[in-house]
């Protein structure tokens, strides 16, 4: 009989977890294995040691930050716009849940945000990003997890929420995706007009966190990509299933490129399980198919 490694066991349990979710329990632990912050193999000790150089590391970021900040202030009119926009968006943030409790420290979040703008140069700030990291910060206890948490996502999704990487060739794939498996539909919104397709690209932007009921919900999806199953770009494959919702309302009331993109918009408060459901049968359909080579090397 095969026996697991404690490792293996703890991957094995995590991962027959994904069929329904993560418990909140074990979420944050558990996405600290998805996003690489921590390896599949490493054990409880070294564990300790990693948060503990990830703790270090950040707060020597942080302390770099304070000591050019005034140089920054001074010589990149850059900066100063996007400490403005990350301090409008955050204010607009709702901070409570629904007994009035406040939920999120505004001040943490700004300053994550901004350390996150100048250290990562692939993922300038872009509006949204408060809200991608505020989840991170509800699910997270300390400020350098919910920094590297943030970072480690960005990469393992490969850049698809970032507007000058994933966005558009995520939004150039569901162009050619729908050409593919839905001549009708695609020919339906050529007729539109070009832009149609490439207006949902708030979808990418905000990894569809606008989508869902609940935050739940939105972690659930977000696991599902960071798995990387059942295919590379899984995101596109859900941008589709959701286009898919409003389909025959698009096509039978006509619908110009802004009703269609106002019927987009609607779809909201979906279940996360039925939308990923939905998504791996159109993968399904797919690998059935002889793709074109595009679609092969982006989602096989």
């Known amino acids: 009989m095969t026996t697991l490694s404690p490792e293996n066991s703890l991957s094995a349990r995590w991962s027959a977890s994904f069929i329904l979710g993560l418990h909140p329990y074990v979420r944050t632990e558990a996405w600290k294995f998805l996003t690489g ?31 050019i900040q005034p140089l920054l202030e001074n010589l990149h009119r850059n900066f100063m716009e996007t400490r403005n926009t990350i301090a409008y968006d955050i204010q607009k943030l709702y901070d409570k849940d629904p007994l009035g409790n406040v939920i999120i420290d505004k001040k943490r979040l700004e300053k994550i945000l901004l350390l996150s703008y100048v250290c990562n140069t692939q993922a300038e700030y872009q509006q949204g990003f408060h809200e991608m990291v505020m989840l991170f910060q509800l699910m997270a206890e300390h400020d350098h997890e919910t920094f590297w948490l943030f970072q480690f996502f960005l990469q393992k999704t490969e850049h ?18 729908i050409n ?8 339906h919104l050529r007729g539109k007009g070009a832009g149609t397709v490439q207006s949902l690209f708030p979808w990418f932007c905000l990894c569809f966190q606008r989508a869902f009921k609940s935050f739940d919900d939105v972690w659930r999806l977000w696991e599902v990509l960071l798995t990387g199953k059942p295919c590379r770009n899984f995101q596109v494959l859900v941008a589709y299933s959701m286009l898919q ?31 990923i459901s939905a998504a791996c049968l159109v993968y399904a359909e797919l690998i059935q198919k002889d793709v074109p080579q595009s679609l092969k090397d982006f989602f096989l």
């Open 180 to 187: 593919f498996l839905d001549p009708v539909f695609a020919e």
């Open 37 to 67: 912050y921590y390896s599949w193999q490493s054990s409880q000790d070294e564990r300790l040691t990693v948060d503990s150089t990830r703790r270090k590391n950040y707060e020597a970021l942080c302390e770099m930050y304070i000591k």
């Open 160 to 177: 698809s929420c970032v507007i000058k990487i994933g966005v558009g060739k995520n939004l150039d794939m569901l162009n050619t995706l």
């Open 245 to 275: 919702m409003v389909r025959e309302q698009v096509l039978q009331e006509s619908m110009t490129s802004d009703g269609i993109l106002l019927a987009c918009n609607n779809l909201i408060d979906l279940d996360a399980d039925v939308l």
